[in-house]
Every structure is written in C-alpha cells, then in structure tokens.
C-alpha cells in the first residue's frame, strides 16, 4: 500500500496513512512521518492520529513539529499522539 502515498487523491492517501496506523509495527513510522508533511491537512491529521495508535516513542520526534502545524486540527491530532505515545 505505500505506493498510494503518492496517489494524486488526498482521500487515497489519508486511507494509506490510517491502515498504516492500524497494521501498525516500527515499519509504519516511517511513512506516516513522511505523511505528516503532506499538503492537505486531513492526510496530516491521520497520519498524526495512526502515530498516536502505535504508541511507539520513536513516533515522538516526528510528532513535536507538527504541534506548530497551520491547521488547528492537525495540531489537535499531533497533541493527542503524543499523549498516547507517552503513555
């Protein structure tokens, strides 16, 4: 599926990012952390919110910028990862 990363629709790549999220694994943080720089704001917040779902501590660094996202939603999302990888 990571191919699809790449895919022109941002609901593609927002469904990529969130079964990444659910398959979970060390592999996947990767790719969500590339998927946190993505231009549209909802593939951000996924990707954001399937860090926090593998409340992995290596997602924490990829995590801090996005706290200074544009979008108040991906903020939010960023916020709530890091309290999950925290716990």
Known sequence: ILPLLGDVDRCTRAAVVEALGRLGGPDAI???SRAL???A???RSAA???LGRLADSGA???LVPTL???D???RLAAAQALGQ???
């Open 30 to 32: 990767e790719p969500l």
């Open 48 to 50: 954001a919110q399937s």
């Open 68 to 70: 200074e996202d544009a």
């Open 72 to 74: 108040h939603d991906v």
């Open 85 to 87: 990888c925290a716990d």
């Open 37 to 39: 720089q993505d231009e």
């Open 60 to 62: 924490v660094d990829p």
């Open 41 to 43: 704001w909802e593939v």
